[in-house]
């Protein structure tokens, strides 16, 4: 299957969401007061958004506590940006900015149906994934052979698309999507962060398992170099919010747009195997209705297996619900019948548009 590779990176004039309404008591209300309409008009630098006094500031510490408890020195900064990453040749880590303030998140997740890193365990997950990264660049473990036997060649150009094996034992599984088999420098971020959590229990969980080497070997490396001082200690910040002058409306527009989908025109084939509009069934009740309600269930259930954004998979839905209603389809089996077998086909017209090449590389 194909999974797409996602890499983050128009100007306007500032706006004043508020206009010239009135205020009470003379008071201009904070961009957290502000409607969504209003909201998408303020542009990401005027956000002002800082890691200080957030949750993210807890969950740093935490993470800065995983790396003393293994005895590694070394502390990778972070700053607020669009979304995450670890910039090639920066120690650092850039964190999405709707992570920074509850009313973001809330936006985030009327935009794109999800909040990635919204609960501490899934930031958690993603704070030792990109610290992999800030470690690997510190020190500059990639250029050791040893490194490169184990992980393969970090010079190696970032696939637009890969075909991971669900049932590969050679890589750890941490992220969705079977990220670490990626790219090399991937495989390592996940292994390193499989290794750093605290308890995971990787030596148990990962018995038998090719990975098992993998992990065993950053173990010893880590160990070995975890008292040097990195031969690498740029402080930079790499697109940080605070210069970012697009809109929070035009972000989210780029931003959906990359979760698009070139969809197939019809699923009538597979809709009428489901559902029926034979006129004897014309007392049951609408496909598109049942549909709807089952919505929510379906698309967090297919992204959990697949990897693949809510977002993209809610078109598909919307796209059969609409397809439902033209064809006056309804729903004549029992609710526990129609919800598997919707499973089975989004799933499969999720997988088919993976194996088309269009899935993202997460991080």
Same mark, same amino acid.
């Given at each position: ?23 009470? #008591? ?17 542009? /990401?630098?005027?956000? +002002? ?7 993210? !500031? ?73 610290? #992999? ?52 420098? !991937? ?26 080497? %993998? ?13 040097? %001082? ?15 002058? +697009? ?7 780029? +931003? ?63 796209? /059969? ?43």
């Amino acid at each position: 299957m194909g999974v797409r590779a996602k890499r983050y990176r128009i100007a306007k004039h500032s706006v004043d969401p508020a206009g010239s309404r009135a205020q009470r #008591g003379g008071r201009k209300p904070h961009w957290s007061e502000y409607s969504d309409a209003e909201l998408l008009q303020v542009r /990401m630098c005027d956000l +002002k958004l800082s890691i200080e006094g957030t949750a993210l !500031e807890g969950r740093i510490e935490r993470l800065y506590q995983e790396l003393a408890a293994r005895g590694i020195a070394f502390r990778p900064h972070f700053w607020i940006s669009d979304e995450w990453f670890s910039p090639d040749g920066v120690p650092g880590v850039a964190v999405p900015f709707y992570l920074a303030h509850p009313r973001l998140a809330r936006l985030e997740r009327r935009q794109v149906l999800d909040v990635e890193g919204g609960t501490e365990e899934w930031c958690m997950r993603i704070l030792r994934h990109e610290t #992999g990264h800030a470690v690997d660049t510190a020190y500059g473990l990639h250029r050791r052979q040893a490194w490169r036997e184990v992980f393969g060649r970090f010079s190696e150009p970032y696939p637009e698309y890969y075909r991971p094996r669900p049932y590969s034992r050679s890589y750890v599984v941490h992220l969705d999507a079977w990220y670490a088999q990626s790219h090399p420098a !991937e495989d390592f971020a996940e292994t390193f962060a499989v290794w750093l959590k605290p308890r995971s229990g990787w030596r148990n969980q990962y018995r038998g398992w090719p990975a098992l080497k %993998k992990l065993e070997y950053v173990d010893r490396l880590l160990n070995e170099v975890c008292q040097q %001082k990195p031969s690498n200690t740029c402080r930079q910040r790499v697109a940080p919010l605070r210069e970012m002058t +697009k809109t929070l409306g035009e972000h989210y527009l780029e +931003k959906r747009g990359r979760y698009g989908l070139d969809r197939p025109n019809a699923h009538d084939r597979d809709l009428r195997r489901i559902f029926s509009d034979a006129p004897e069934h014309a007392h049951h009740p609408s496909a598109a209705a049942l549909l709807r309600k089952m919505r929510p269930e379906l698309r967090r259930l297919v992204a959990h297996w697949t990897g693949e954004y809510q977002y993209t998979i809610d078109q598909v839905l919307i796209e /059969m619900i609409d397809r439902c209603r033209q064809l006056r389809l309804r729903a004549h089996r029992i609710d526990d019948t129609v919800r598997r077998d919707m499973l089975v086909m989004l799933t499969v017209q999720t997988m088919n548009y993976l194996h088309a090449g269009n899935h993202r590389l997460a991080l």
